[in-house]
């Protein structure tokens, strides 16, 4: 007897459908709040999770070693914080969407964290819904 239709997906279709979910590398020192943001991608459609990174410099070491679509990445962190650590991805990798998320305002952020290309987003505010729509409009929804 035959599979349904649904059932006889090939190998080759599986992966088609694999390489559309935009791969997320979050960054934040607190491993707490790594498991709330992998918790917001695993629910959030059209996401996984491609890699977890306590610091900056392991961010850029992660980047080198595989490939991600999107950036999520705290702004203060020991050692090489989010601010420099967006700038050398954007420099390194500009098809990356870096956002940068926080507890402080945007108002409270140095004045060139926006002008290297990253994105804001507040702490308190990110979820499933924020995700998606920062991600189909490119980086450019509300603050």
Avoid at 79 to 89: C, F, P, Q
Avoid at 116 to 127: L, T
């Amino acid at each position: 007897m035959a599979a349904p239709p649904t059932e006889r997906r090939s190998n080759a279709t599986i992966g088609l459908v694999e390489q559309h979910l935009v791969r997320v590398l979050v960054v934040d020192d607190l491993p707490s709040f790594r498991r709330a943001v992998a918790g917001v991608i695993a629910v959030a459609d059209g996401f996984e999770l491609a890699g977890e990174a306590a610091s900056g410099e392991d961010a850029l070491g992660f980047l080198e070693r595989h490939g991600v679509g999107l950036v999520l990445m705290d702004v203060n962190m020991p050692g090489m914080g989010g601010l420099e650590a967006a700038r050398r991805i954007r420099c390194r990798y500009p098809e990356i969407l870096v956002v940068l998320l926080s507890v402080n305002n945007t108002e409270d952020l140095p004045r060139d964290a926006m002008v290297m290309g990253a994105h804001y987003r507040h702490k308190d505010r990110f979820g499933p819904d924020e995700l998606e729509a920062l991600w189909s409009d490119g980086g450019h929804v509300r603050s």
